[in-house]
């Protein structure tokens, strides 16, 4: 059986993942993955990739362990810088492939065009908390399905710090350990677009945008700040009136 892993996934990622999850389940998960829809991308940084290779210079983390085992330290894809290491705590965020509708581009567009990378993305969660497009995390089975997936392999490929799961993107604050978080986000979002689609009856349909959005902590207050706004998002968008009410999240039945 790891002999089949190795074909379909190649030794490096089937080298990962033996021993953390099983074979026939990281078999299907790539198998079955779907192609991904693009999310709106902010204006193509030339600059990027110097400032990505000077923060790669000074960075303790970086070793060749680290990167054969998949953990790409820092890196970029055009217009954003990423840090995927192991020991780091990352904020992640992705959405639905229709949470930014073309047919509504007039109301979004502009927030593409904001050059600093937080203000850019805070105005775009922003507008997620619209809750445009179809929203089909409303659904209760949908949304179970997702926090299912989250929690499976807690404490074991990773750790899980808090989570919320919208009606159109989910928020997850998780600490990155066996493995790299490109790795987990992509079994995340592979496993729960296919059983999401097979409930909505959807064959052949993009369920998420691709990518995702990442910051890593850089302390305990930054932490606990996202924490906070992570479990308050709910709230915030005024689909609870306590953060505890609502039972996508970590926050759920809290005291």
């Not at 021993?19 to 078999?27: E, H, M, R, T, Y």
């Not at 820092?74 to 492939?97: N, V």
């Not at 089909?136 to 499976?152: G, K, N, S």
């Not at 750790?159 to 799961?165: D, E, G, T």
Request: aromatic share 10%.
């Amino acid at each position: 059986m790891q002999q089949a892993v190795v074909r379909c996934c190649g030794l490096k990622s089937a080298r990962r993942f033996i021993g953390v999850v099983s074979p026939v389940d990281l078999w299907q998960r790539h198998r079955m993955a779907e192609p991904e829809r693009r999310l709106p991308s902010p204006p193509y940084n030339p600059g990027l990739r110097g400032l990505v290779e000077g923060k790669r210079a000074w960075d303790a983390r970086a070793n060749l362990s680290n990167l054969r085992a998949g953990f790409r330290g820092w890196h970029e894809r055009g217009y954003i810088p990423h840090r995927d290491s192991p020991g780091l705590t990352q904020f992640i965020t992705w959405h639905l492939a229709d949470a930014y509708p073309a047919s509504l581009r007039g109301e979004w567009a502009a927030l593409l065009r904001i050059e600093e990378d937080r203000e850019r993305r805070k105005k775009l969660e922003a507008y997620l908390d619209k809750g445009r497009g179809d929203c089909c995390l409303r659904r209760p089975e949908l949304a179970t399905v997702c926090q299912r997936a989250l929690q499976e392999f807690d404490g074991r490929s990773y750790v899980l710090k808090a989570w919320c799961i919208m009606p159109n993107h989910v928020h997850v604050l998780v600490l990155t350990t066996a493995v790299p978080m490109s790795e987990f986000v992509r079994a995340w979002k592979g496993a729960t677009a296919r059983q999401s689609n097979q409930l909505l009856g959807r064959v052949k349909s993009s369920f998420w945008a691709e990518g995702y959005w990442d910051t890593y902590m850089r302390d305990e207050r930054q932490e606990q700040k996202a924490a906070r706004y992570i479990e308050s998002n709910p709230v915030k968008a005024g689909l609870a009136k306590e953060t505890r009410q609502w039972p996508w999240s970590s926050a759920s039945g809290k005291a």
